[in-house]
C-alpha cells in the first residue's frame, strides 16, 4: 500500500507544480471522476483477505529499505518517461504563443490538447502502480482472487481508453485527440506498465526478499 501511495503522491506532485508552469489545469469533473476510481481501488485494497495458510516467508521489516526506495524511484522515473513523451508529442500540436507572451499559469480552466493529455495519462499511471504494486501472494489473495480490484482495474483501464477516443468528452472537458497523439498515449500506456512491472520484480528477487534466521 505504502509504495502506491509513495508513487502516486509522486505523479501528483509532478503533474501539479511543474506542469502548472506549463499551463496544466485540471476541472473539477475531472479530479471528482479520478479521485473516485482511485477511491475504490483502495477500498478493494483494504478489503483483500489474507490466505488460511500462513507462510514460510516472512515481509520487509520496515518500509526504509533499499528495495522499497529504489523500486519506488525507479518506478517514478519509468512514469515520468512515459509522462514526458505523451507531454511533448501534445505540446507539438499546441498552438505557438505569440511573441513576448507568457503563459497565464492563474487563467480558468479550458480544455486543451495538453491538459486532455496529462489527465489521461496521469489516470492510467496510478491505474499502472495499483497492478503492479498490488501485493498478493504469499500473505493475502492475489490480484486475480481479489475480483472486486481486478474489476475495478479493468473498468478504470476501460474508461481512460474510451476517454481516448472521445467519449464523454463534453461531460469532463476534453478534447478528442488526433489518431497520432492517441497512438503515442497507448505506447506510453503500454510501455510504461511493462516497464513498472519489470522493474519492481528484479528488484524483488534481487532485494525483496527476507532471509530466515536458524534457530
Not at 476541472?27 to 477511491?39: P, R
Not at 475504490?40 to 526506495?69: A, E, H, M, W
Not at 508529442?89 to 504563443?97: D, I, R, S, V
Not at 495519462?121 to 475480483?147: C, D, M, W
Request: charged letters at 15%; one cysteine or more; a neutral charge.
Amino acid at each position: 500500500m505504502f509504495k502506491i501511495l509513495a508513487i502516486n503522491c509522486l505523479i501528483s506532485a509532478y503533474s501539479l507544480s511543474v506542469l502548472f508552469l506549463k499551463g496544466f489545469k485540471i476541472s473539477d469533473g475531472q479530479a471528482t471522476i479520478q479521485a473516485l476510481l482511485m477511491t475504490g481501488c483502495f477500498l478493494f485494497i483494504s478489503r483483500s483477505k489474507p490466505l488460511d495458510k500462513l507462510s514460510q516467508k516472512r515481509p520487509l521489516p520496515n518500509v526504509f529499505n533499499l528495495y522499497t526506495l529504489l523500486t519506488v524511484g525507479g518506478q517514478f522515473a519509468v512514469h515520468f518517461t512515459a509522462l514526458y513523451g505523451l507531454i511533448t508529442a501534445a505540446e507539438a500540436q499546441m498552438p505557438p504563443l505569440p511573441e513576448g507572451e507568457l503563459i497565464d499559469i492563474h487563467a480558468d480552466f479550458k480544455p486543451t490538447i495538453l491538459n486532455t493529455a496529462v489527465y489521461l495519462i496521469s489516470t492510467a499511471l496510478q491505474v499502472s502502480t495499483i497492478a503492479v504494486n498490488y501485493e498478493g501472494h504469499p500473505f493475502r489473495e492475489s490480484l486475480f482472487e481479489n475480483k472486486p480490484l481486478l474489476n475495478g482495474l479493468a473498468f478504470a483501464t476501460a474508461g481512460t481508453v474510451a476517454l481516448a477516443f472521445g467519449a464523454l468528452s463534453d461531460s469532463l472537458e476534453l478534447v478528442l485527440l488526433d489518431d497520432h497523439l492517441r497512438l503515442v498515449f497507448f505506447q506510453a500506456m503500454i510501455f510504461d506498465f511493462v516497464a513498472a512491472w519489470t522493474v519492481d520484480r528484479l528488484l524483488f528477487l534481487l532485494l525483496g526478499r527476507v532471509p530466515m534466521k536458524k534457530l
